[in-house]
């Protein structure tokens, strides 16, 4: 019945989950669907009440937040003072 979707990005498994909870879907369906269409380890259910939960909350982006790079000028100089 339904076609599964390999290896989905996260960020279109959130834009689901933003679609769906705006419009007014259960978080139990919501994982349902996405388990339909994904298959099982697209997203655990907890992880799909805490982005409903962070988009009740305000966040709008679908897309992986920025980190930090742990790698500077220091680090750079260290790693290559070790490798000569």
Known sequence: MFKTI???ADCDVRSVIRFLNANNVKQAEIHRQLV???GENAMTDGMVRKGVRQFNDGRTN???????SVVNDGLVAKVNE???
């Open 62 to 68: 679908v897309h992986d937040e920025a980190r930090p």
């Open 36 to 38: 339909d269409i994904y």
């Open 6 to 8: 390999a290896d989905p």
């Open 82 to 84: 070790k490798i000569n």
